[in-house]
């Protein structure tokens, strides 16, 4: 080898700036992260049951959930936490394991659960590898001396609808999560007194929401050469119509909501709190796609 470099030192300046250049080029296309991509290995299952105590979520759901996920094949760990209205089990597989593999058969177990109580969303399934958590963390706060006199906390549909959106059609970014705010939404307040005066509970005004506030179809009808289509529609269009709403029938005479309570439009119930300065702020993170070079996306992110 020493014989040849001597006698050929040409070729061999030749193939060392081959290399180097090489060497270079892949410098350049190596994305930075903050650590690296790493295959998911654990799955998670989350199921929203709004308005649910976590005692209830852990009996109600947890607990169903558990009975068919612990047969999972490959299954390693399983950790389950119950929360206000949320309950997550998370599913922990050996390394190497198709993560597709077990999403389908995470989805396949969760089919046999018999069934869920009333107003319990589908579960979710999802994959994450720690290296696509957060990177970018922004607090969200009104400009100084808050000129228009906003409400941060109530700007959660706007900012998920103008801020949320546009971020998310940026290259490299996965998801972006914002909270610490409320949405908006219809109310409905009732007068235990007035309800006990007409026999009726809270069930029953739900029930009567429920039962008005859809469209239902009914076929169509044919008319010589003509052919239309028939539709009920029954959902409420104004705030007015919510109060209007026929809960039952006393005696011929009709109770409405407006008799045993109010709706009005308002905020959701705020979960959390966050502060800044001394004042409310809303907190975006912002995750990457696996393989994205994180200067670029942070630097697009902020553009």
């Known amino acids: 080898m020493i014989r040849f470099s001597l006698e050929r030192p040409v070729i061999l300046a030749v193939g060392i700036i081959i290399v180097c250049l090489f060497g270079l080029a892949a410098l350049f296309r190596v994305p ?63 390394f190497g394991m198709d993560v597709n593999d077990a999403l389908i058969r995470t989805s396949n177990a969760l089919s046999q659960v018999p069934r869920y109580p009333e107003n319990v969303n589908e579960p979710r399934i999802s994959s994450e590898s720690f290296s696509q958590n957060a990177f970018a963390f922004y607090a969200i706060s009104p400009l100084p001396d808050n000129p228009k006199g906003l409400k941060i906390t109530e700007e959660l549909d706007w900012l998920e609808d103008n801020i949320k959106t546009r971020l998310e059609r940026v290259p490299g970014i996965a998801s972006v999560d914002i909270s610490g705010g409320t949405r908006r939404q219809l109310n409905v307040y009732l007068d235990p007194g007035r309800l006990a005066s007409h026999d009726l509970n809270v069930m029953d005004v739900r029930r009567a929401i429920r039962a008005r506030n859809r469209d239902i179809s009914g076929g169509d009808m044919d008319f010589g050469k003509r052919r239309f289509l028939v539709r009920t529609l029954g959902r409420f269009e104004e705030v007015e ?9 006393r005696e011929g005479s009709f109770i409405r909501l407006s008799d045993v309570g109010h709706a009005e439009m308002g905020q959701s119930e705020l979960r959390s709190i966050r502060f800044g300065s001394g004042e409310s702020q809303m907190f975006m993170s912002i995750r990457k796609q696996v393989g994205a070079n994180i200067v670029e996306v942070f630097e697009a992110a902020n553009a």
């Open 32 to 94: 930075i992260q903050l650590i690296p991509d790493l295959d998911p290995r654990v799955v998670t299952v989350r199921t929203i049951w709004p308005g649910a105590s976590p005692q209830d979520v852990e009996k109600e759901i947890l607990i169903e959930q558990e009975e068919f996920l612990r047969n999972v094949t490959g299954l390693e760990r399983m950790i389950s936490t119950a929360s206000f209205g949320v309950g997550s089990i998370e599913l922990e597989f050996p």
């Open 241 to 249: 119509d919510v109060n209007e709403l026929i809960i039952a029938e």
